[in-house]
């Protein structure tokens, strides 16, 4: 009965009369069941499952998709069964040659659109695996070249479709079966004699689908659900394959006649290497296989832009393989024909966009600024492929001048006439169009020479100021480029008049004066400090030449022949220059000085004079011609003060201008004589009546330099007139606007000042001349300013910022960083009383809270301008300061939010900043009350938050550094030392920052209130009205280390810690009088001495109790406080007295403690 069964499941199997759902769980008994004998069952199963699977998709016999489902997992269980393995290992069992056309189907037939067979996908990939992990069978399925082809194209095609899907997890093990197969198929490809056979076959049945796989694999797949490496592993093998199909050594001839001769030298009807450029070309332009781009369900354009990523890649492998006969010939051919098809030159394939452009608008209907849209980013990326292009030939050398001009320079028209087609894209430029023109200057200056104008109109002049930071990149990459080039050739006078011409060319488009971006500036800069004389003056020369044929003089009136906005630009191409030059040198010869002088004669009688006459005639202002007049006035007034300081030994009496006759701050006939000053008094008020930034900006400017110049140019018995002069232009100068608004970043160019960043670019005036306005100003002005200062450095708001600009909250910072600042006491001292006013202001008064309310009238107190001694100071504030902390030591406050916070610690590191050890004894007892008070307001917080712990540490910083300075012993004669030590007790009551009273105390913080207390110590004890403190201040330390053992009291050990280090710098500093290591009266050094004693007697009775206790409370603190009152109590031994058994007395007790301590660590 089983030998029957056996031979009817085999029969049954073959039998077109058993129906399938039958024939499958047949399969399934005969492969799991074990009584059932079947010969050779692994190869008949296999045969049976792979001959059903060929008939379907030979289209023989079809089975519906259940079936087609379930017979696929039949098969997948067989292939990847431990049986079926080791056979397939010993050589035992075979696959039907024909099983390679099953899957290449099936992967077809997923592909097809809306094809149900995706489902099943992941089964047959399994069971590709399987097949391809046996050497013996993948051997069979992957035997020819010609079968890896047709099977890699589908499943080329299946990965950019799963790629789009939103489903990814049949791709990984897609994308591996493809690294297998490709690397299988470059195998075969290296062993075919019939290289063009190979090279047709990839070009129509590979291009396609291998350069989109490669798109959409490195553009539109989630890196995070597939990993990187793979998709780079099939990418690499992809563009492996194609190189070693297309740029085989057997094609090199082909090639370079294809490439090399011209059209009519070409053998006609020639189907060779053409090939590769017609698919790339059709493919290109949209015109490719159209089923492949539904199969592959690419979006609108991928196959353009598929095909323009793989251009440059294409490229470089032509250029690295060996069918590349002639890098320089060969390459630059190849070069041209690619890049014809990113950026078609004028003229050609005119037609084909014409009908291109025809289709399109046959599609689809789009709205006009769509379809603008839809065009730009198209030709962006056509403009990438160019750039990629370029950027690959310039890396390899592919064009050589010197073989080109050789051969008639054809290659150096060629690429004149790209260049001619990127200056013809209209604007807006984009990032790539400006990096394939700076490619195409690194090949070879001589290929932009003759369009620098239009280069300078592209990409600088008619550049949007606010453009994104790829094209502001690419824009500083292409001007920097262009002033090093010419500045190699010696040909910068060259360049700055294709500037020149460039702004008079595009003179009725001009809006605003441009500038050079921040990184352009810097190299700029460069170049014009390192020109040698000669051509520094010949340049300035002929620009004032093309400066005086646009402002004509004339008889009665003068006149512009251009426009006042290209006036402006003009002026600022020319400020630019003369700003950066270095013409007076030590070396300098006689008639080079001449000529300096000849050219600054001439810059302000035949430009600047006209143009100060043309704005006093016009009854309307012009920004343009005001701006340009003033601005470069200013400009040769600092080359005119700069000659006069540098030259000054060798005037005479007579070169060195007067004063003139008004002191108001618009008389500028100091630095400009040429002007009258009623002619100054006209334009100025005139100037002041409109609402412009950058006038008012240069105005500023103009009345700095005229503080420069009276500093330098003023005599002893004028000094009066000249004190007036000088406070009338720095009033002017230095008046704050306030405003809420924080500014945009600036790039410190006047001519950029405008009304949004002007509160910026006024700051950045005041702060770079700080050093001439501290010394010359009064403390009432100066407040103000530094009011101004701290109130923008931490209220400042979030503004954009752009690289090489700066804002508001940056000038302040690096002020209050400046080595300038840090030697201006005025400006100290009124820095100081500005931190108190903005910590008053900060924290706003509460009618609930007493302690906020004392702290704002303690700071109001010394903030007070009035004051001008500490005596007088402190008899303000005294009282205020003891009842805030009466108040701290009953009631906690709520109030402060921690923004408040946060700007509270802005103004404790300002204080850091000042140089503490050098104040005066005014601003030292300023420091010190506003410290005092800062530490009573955050010791009344009922939580210790990070930033109030911040704020303490940074204070107890300053207060340590104010008591440093100097041993500043004579502060005692005027503070109130009761008040002073008092707050310090206060301060360490509550010394824990983090809401657990048992947590050690902070490190850091700790170490900085050991320093403060041992230099304030150091200072009480040298000074009589400290020490008449002592006592108190010991009576109340002493009490709260008793008061704090008591039997109930809360273990405050945080605390506990911070009392002996207060205890133990108290006994050293006492001890130094005791041992007379410190001369003081002898009725001070008593009551040291007395407080000392008492100290050191309650420390040794309490070190015991408190290590019995708490045995992990910190050591250092405590061996600090027990070493400094044995030391006392050693002090006070006689000379002739026997010291033994004292000595062991304490070393006995010294011993105990440790071995409690040892064996409470032990049980710990």
């Known amino acids: 009965k089983m030998a029957a069964l056996i031979s009817g499941v085999h029969r049954r199997l073959k039998s077109s009369e058993t129906p399938w759902k039958e024939k499958l769980k047949l399969g399934r008994m005969a492969w799991k069941s074990r009584r059932v004998v079947l010969p050779r069952r692994e190869q008949v199963l296999l045969d049976w499952a792979a001959t059903t699977l060929i008939q379907h998709y030979a289209n023989k016999s079809a089975l519906e998709e259940p079936i087609l489902r379930e017979m696929w997992l039949f098969l997948e269980d067989i292939l990847e069964s431990t049986r079926l393995k080791s056979l397939a290992q010993s050589g035992s069992i075979f696959l039907n040659s024909s099983f390679n056309q099953v899957f290449t189907a099936t992967l077809s037939s997923a592909c097809q659109p809306k094809t149900t067979q995706i489902d099943f996908i992941p089964t047959v990939l399994h069971c590709m695996e399987a097949i391809l992990a046996q050497p013996t069978l993948a051997a069979i399925l992957l035997s020819r070249y010609d079968t890896c082809v047709e099977m890699l194209r589908p499943m080329l095609c299946l990965a950019i479709q799963l790629s789009n899907a939103t489903i990814l997890e049949s791709l990984p093990a897609l994308l591996s079966l493809l690294v297998t197969v490709l690397q299988k198929c470059t195998s075969l490809q290296r062993q075919q004699h019939r290289h063009t056979k190979v090279f047709h076959s990839v070009c129509e049945e590979l ?71 017609q698919q790339l070309d059709l493919l290109v332009k949209n015109k490719g296989d159209a089923n492949m781009s539904k199969t592959c369900a690419l979006p609108a354009g991928g196959m353009e832009d598929a095909v323009l990523q793989y251009l440059p890649v294409a490229f470089n492998s032509f250029l690295t393989s060996p069918a590349c006969a002639d890098i320089s010939r060969t390459g630059f051919a190849m070069l041209q024909t690619l890049c014809g098809l990113a950026l078609p030159l004028p003229g050609e394939n005119d037609a084909e966009t014409e009908d291109l452009e025809e289709e399109d608008s046959m599609d689809v209907d789009i709205d006009l600024e769509d379809k603008g849209k839809v065009a730009g980013t198209a030709q962006e990326k056509r403009l990438i492929a160019t750039r990629d292009l370029l950027q690959t030939a310039l890396d390899l050398n592919v064009y050589r001048a010197l073989d080109d001009t050789a051969s008639g320079g054809n290659q150096l028209a060629w690429l004149q006439q790209v260049l001619n087609t990127l200056l013809q894209i209209p604007p807006p430029d984009t990032a790539a169009k400006l990096d394939c023109v700076r490619l195409l200057l690194d090949m070879n200056h001589h290929i932009v020479a003759p369009r620098l104008r239009d280069i300078w109109t592209c990409a600088w002049l008619m550049l949007d100021k606010a453009v994104d930071p790829a094209i502001q990149e690419s824009q500083d990459k292409l001007l920097c480029s262009l002033l090093e080039t010419y500045a190699k050739l010696r040909q910068v006078d060259t360049l700055l008049l294709a500037m020149l011409d460039a702004v008079l060319r595009n003179q009725d488009q001009l809006s605003v004066s441009k500038t050079f971006p921040p990184v352009t500036l810097q190299r700029w800069c460069e170049l014009v400090q390192d020109l040698p004389i000669g051509l520094a003056m010949d340049i300035w020369h002929r620009m004032l030449n093309k400066l005086q044929e646009q402002c004509r003089p004339g008889v009665e009136k003068p006149h512009l022949e251009c426009t006042p906005a290209c006036l402006e630009q003009m002026t600022t191409v020319l400020c630019l220059f003369l700003l950066h030059l270095r013409l007076w040198d030590v070396n300098m010869t006689s008639p080079m000085a001449t000529r300096v002088e000849q050219l600054m004669t001439s810059t302000c009688t035949t430009v600047i004079s006209p143009l100060f006459k043309l704005c006093l005639q016009t009854k309307q202002m012009d920004e343009h011609l005001h701006f340009a007049a003033l601005h470069l006035c200013h400009t040769w007034c600092q080359l005119q003060m700069l000659s006069t300081y540098l030259q000054g030994s060798k005037h005479s009496c007579e070169t060195v201008p007067g004063l003139g006759v008004r002191e108001e701050w618009w008389d500028f006939s100091l630095q400009y004589p040429d002007m009258s000053p009623e002619d100054w008094s006209v334009l100025c008020h005139k100037l002041l009546k409109t609402d412009s930034k950058r006038i008012r900006y240069v105005l500023e400017m103009l009345c700095l330099q005229k503080v420069k110049m009276l500093g330098m140019l003023s005599s002893s018995y004028e000094e009066d007139t000249v004190r007036r002069r000088v406070q009338n232009a720095i009033s002017f100068a230095t008046e704050i606007h306030a405003s809420d608004e924080d500014g945009e970043s600036w790039d410190c160019q006047a001519t950029s000042v405008t009304s949004d960043n002007y509160p910026t670019a006024h700051l950045y005036l005041v702060c770079s001349h700080i050093g001439l306005i501290a010394p010359r100003c009064t403390q009432d002005q100066l407040v103000p300013l530094a009011h101004y200062l701290l109130q923008t450095l931490v209220s400042g708001k979030s503004c954009s910022q752009t690289a090489g600009c700066v804002t508001r909250a940056m000038i302040s910072e690096h002020l209050l960083q400046s080595p300038a600042y840090l030697e201006l006491l005025p400006m100290q001292e009124a820095m100081l009383t500005a931190v108190g006013r903005c910590l008053a202001d900060t924290v706003k008064p509460s009618k609930k809270t007493a302690v906020v309310r004392l702290f704002v009238k303690t700071l109001q107190e010394i903030s007070n301008e009035t004051v001008k001694n500490t005596a007088q100071m402190w008899k303000l504030s005294s009282a205020a300061l003891q009842d805030l902390q009466k108040e701290v030591e009953t009631n906690l406050t709520k109030d402060l939010s921690e923004e408040q916070l946060q700007n509270v610690f802005q103004y404790c590191k300002v204080l850091k900043q000042l140089p503490l050890d050098c104040l005066s004894d005014v601003s030292s007892a300023r420091c010190i009350i506003s410290s005092l008070a800062v530490d009573c307001l955050i010791t009344a917080l009922p939580n210790m938050s990070d930033c109030a712990a911040d704020v303490k540490r940074a204070n107890l910083v300053v207060l340590r550094d104010v008591m440093v300075g100097q041993k500043k012993t004579s502060l005692w004669q005027s503070l109130d030392a009761a008040v002073t030590m008092k707050g310090l007790f206060i301060s360490i009551s509550r010394l824990t920052f983090n809401q657990l009273e048992e947590a050690p105390l902070d490190t850091a913080l700790k170490d900085i209130y050991q320093d403060l207390m041992y230099n304030l110590l150091w200072s009480v004890v040298r000074s009589p009205e400290g020490t008449s403190a002592l006592p108190a201040y010991t009576a109340h330390l002493c009490e709260a280390l008793q008061r704090l053992l008591e039997p109930h009291a809360p273990q405050n050990w945080c605390l506990l810690d911070g009392l002996f280090i207060s205890a133990g710098c108290t006994m050293s500093a006492g001890l130094m009088v005791m041992q007379n290591k410190l001369k003081v009266p002898a009725a001070q050094g008593e009551i040291i001495a007395s407080c000392t004693r008492k100290l050191s007697t309650t420390v040794v009775t309490l070190i015991e109790r408190i290590t019995c206790q708490q045995p992990w409370v910190e050591l250092p603190a405590i061996m600090t406080a027990m070493s400094a009152a044995l030391r006392v109590q050693m002090a006070d031994a006689q000379v002739d007295e026997d010291w033994t058994p004292l000595i062991q007395q304490k070393i006995s007790w010294l011993e105990h403690l440790l071995t409690l301590m040892q064996d409470n660590v032990q049980k710990i």
Not at 213 to 223: I, Q
Not at 244 to 257: I, M
Request: glycine share 2%.
């Open 207 to 277: 291009l396609a689908p291998a350069v989109c796989c490669c798109w959409v694999l490195k553009n539109h797949v989630d890196h995070s659900k597939v990993p990187s490496c793979t998709m780079s592993d099939v990418i690499v093998k992809i563009q492996e394959h194609l190189q070693q199909s297309l740029f085989a050594r057997e094609h090199a001839a082909a090639f370079e006649k294809h490439l090399c001769d011209t059209k009519d030298s070409q053998t006609p009807g020639y189907k060779g290497v053409e090939l590769l450029f």
